[in-house]
């Protein structure tokens, strides 16, 4: 059983950093995709760069910075579990509460926005509760098993196939209402099919374990505290940069063919363990790198905050019953909006932290924890 080392927790800059870009990099990829509006209509203004630009930002963003929240999701709940077991308190109950506040606060972002992440989320934190307690050999077992993606793995061994129809159902009425619906058919479409249309499409895009393992890594990270700069901490990031950056560059000229449905999410984890490690090691190596990230750690201390933010914003700007940009715009010029919202929502965290030490939602959310 896993027991505190009773070191301190200070604030860990770069991960504020990391949410920070996470954040911005969701915001981004929800402007490329028109905030889950896949039309059929002609788009009216485009531009000859418009499918560069969305496969560049599907190699950085598609999958990876879901990912990157996940695993710092993992690193906060060990910050606030072993600071509890440092006072000599049992933090599992509290947090299973804050989960259910988190949850609640998923419901009242799919009303918005149907790809809504905090849901599922808060039922893969309650997952953290009694992995906690693990030994780290077990959890790094654990966090091997689901990083090699066995449901995949299975279906590729024994030929099974999961039938996705109603996924792809779900999706046409969902996007016929975001198309031609108002905003209360939306929001009623939303809360009606929001989380099995989130749930089934993690099964189908292979981050149903990907998205656990990634809660797990965050977790066990913290235990081992990498990310504070000691010891051989920086040695171990840069190891992980290289090894993750040769293998990224191997498997870009792969084609995957039958086997990508197994492979591409590995692939894509790899993807983010490069990214992750090369901020990390940038952070603690180059002054300049902090100065310019720090703007992203304000950013990235009301994640929650613009989480729930952009998907009000990018909802009204991008759906019929909004500006109704998603047949207007194509991926260049929506990319721009995206740009547009992440320096707006970054003002408005710079104004809000001049008098308050927590993000709204974020305040909240402490309070409603320790009610």
């Known amino acids: 059983m896993y027991k ?20 911005a990099g969701i915001i981004l990829y929800h402007s490329v995709e028109h905030f ?4 059929q209509k002609p788009i009216l203004h485009t531009l000859p760069c418009d499918q560069t630009v969305a496969d560049v930002l599907a190699w950085l963003f598609s999958g990876k910075m879901y990912g990157v929240f996940a695993m710092l999701f993992g690193l906060s709940f060990f910050i606030m579990n072993d600071n509890q077991q440092q006072k000599g308190k049992n ?5 299973a509460w804050r989960m259910c506040l988190l949850f609640m606060f998923g419901v009242i972002n799919v009303a918005f926005y149907d790809g809504d992440i905090l849901m599922l989320y808060a039922c893969y934190g309650l997952l953290l509760i009694p992995i906690s307690y ?22 590729l061994l024994t030929g099974t196939t999961i039938d996705h129809s109603r996924l792809w159902d779900i999706y046409g009425q969902v996007m016929a209402m975001h198309e031609n ?4 058919e939306n929001a009623l479409i939303n809360l009606r099919y929001g989380f099995e249309l ?25 235990r081992q505290r990498l990310f504070y700069n000691e010891g051989h901490n920086l040695q171990i990031w840069h190891k992980i940069l290289l090894t993750s950056t040769a293998i990224v560059i191997a498997l870009s000229f792969v084609n995957f063919g039958e086997l990508e449905g197994w492979l591409k999410p590995i692939y894509n984890l790899i993807i983010l363990l490069m990214i992750v490690s090369a901020i990390v090691s940038a952070w603690y190596a180059f ?30 700007i991008f759906c019929g019953y909004g500006l109704a940009y998603y047949y207007k715009l194509g991926i260049t010029y929506a990319v721009m909006v995206g740009i547009g919202m992440v320096i707006v929502q970054y003002l408005f ?23």
């Open 91 to 95: 933090f599992s109950g509290r947090f």
């Open 287 to 316: 002054e300049g790198v902090r100065r310019v990230l720090h703007h992203l750690c304000i950013f990235g201390r009301m994640s929650l905050t613009n989480y729930l933010l952009q998907s009000i914003i990018g909802c009204a």
């Open 181 to 184: 619906g108002t905003f209360w």
């Open 134 to 155: 693990l030994p780290s050999k077990a959890v790094w077992c654990i966090i091997g098993l689901l990083a090699i993606q066995p449901v995949e793995l299975y279906c």
């Open 36 to 39: 889950d509006i896949f039309t």
């Open 198 to 222: 989130n749930l089934r499409f993690n099964v189908f895009s292979g981050r149903l374990t990907q998205l656990l393992c990634l809660f797990i890594l965050g977790m066990q990270l913290g």
């Open 4 to 23: 505190t080392r009773s070191l301190p927790n200070t604030r860990i800059d770069v991960a504020d950093a990391l949410r920070g870009i996470a954040v």
């Open 349 to 371: 965290a710079r104004f809000w932290f001049s008098s308050h030490q927590r993000g709204p939602l974020e305040g909240l959310w402490r309070k409603l924890t320790w009610i």
